[in-house]
């Protein structure tokens, strides 16, 4: 919603200045520049968004002028974005541009190139998506309003498991097999999010996350885990067995000689994309 300022004109006479005392005198006040947000956002590159301009409810900007930087929180309500607090940053003229940095989450660093740092909890439940913006505009170009379109700085994984008809068939009694626990291990997840380039730096860590909560029943129809979404920061590296990032299936069945497969991954994890992780338990794996 645009803010409009209104300036009132007061033509006064010789007569009535005459008139006046110097108590009488006022002093016009400097303008209050408002300011407000406008949202918008990238999807994610395959076929669903994970968070969402209808699912946004508050997230953290800031604007960087003169070598200060003005804090602000932006809160959805009614659809409708409240900024607080609810001025141009301060010293700014008019026709000034002005850098703005929007971010959900992590913490934000004013240095020649700024940047979010940002590391993702290792539970697994209660993650969420990272989105950031930033625009470059002057309180002229839109009457104080900053277009925001937020991108997603994450990728989004998510998980199904099925056992294969031999394993079915030549080796579970009851065609089924209980699975204790999977677990994903050896996940870099603090980094430092560049907003000049759109890129990650400093990735590091070696988080593990578990994707199941309980003993689940696993048949061959293909089974969503109870993680839902997993979000990560972006990454590549070779299938290593347990040195690189793999996968750790704790299960039970009657007759079993282990309890538990590893399944190393190769990933290639970019930002804004969706991967689904199809884990298939055969007879190689459960023993």
């Keep these: 919603m645009k803010e409009k300022l209104i300036f009132y004109t007061v033509a006064l006479t010789a007569g009535l200045l005459t008139a006046c005392s110097s108590e009488d005198e006022q002093v016009p006040e400097t303008p209050i520049r408002h300011i407000s947000v406008e949202v918008n956002q990238q999807p994610m590159t ?26 602000y929180t932006v809160s959805q309500s009614d659809d409708k974005w409240t900024v607080e607090p609810n001025t141009w940053p301060s010293g700014a003229l008019n026709s000034t541009s002005v850098p703005f940095y929007a971010f959900t989450d992590g913490t934000f660093v004013k240095e020649a190139t700024p940047y979010i740092s940002f590391t993702i909890t290792e539970d ?33 994984l998510a998980f199904n498991v099925q056992i294969t008809n031999t394993l079915k068939t ?89 309890t538990s497969a590893t399944i190393p991954l190769a990933v290639n994890w970019e930002a804004g994309s969706e991967y689904t992780i199809d884990i298939k338990l055969g007879t190689t794996l459960i023993q």
């Design 46 to 71: 395959t076929r669903s968004a994970i968070t969402t301009t209808e699912t946004l409810r508050i997230f953290n900007m800031r604007g960087v002028y003169d070598g200060s930087t003005s804090s």
């Design 124 to 156: 697994a439940s209660t993650q969420h998506d990272l989105l950031v913006a930033k625009n470059t505009v002057s309180y002229n170009d839109h009457q104080g309003k900053v277009p925001l379109t937020f991108d997603h700085a994450c990728a989004a």
């Design 170 to 258: 030549k080796k579970l009694s009851n065609g089924t097999l209980t699975v204790n626990s999977i677990v994903l291990r050896n996940v870099s997840n603090s980094g430092k999010y560049y907003f000049g380039t759109s890129t990650w730096g400093d990735v590091s860590g070696s988080a593990y996350y578990t994707l199941t909560s309980g003993n689940i029943t696993v048949d061959t129809e293909p089974q969503a885990l109870s993680s839902n979404y997993l979000f990560v920061i972006p990454q590549s590296r070779e299938a290593n067995g347990t040195t690189g990032t793999y996968l750790e299936i704790n299960y039970t069945f009657s007759g079993q000689t282990k």
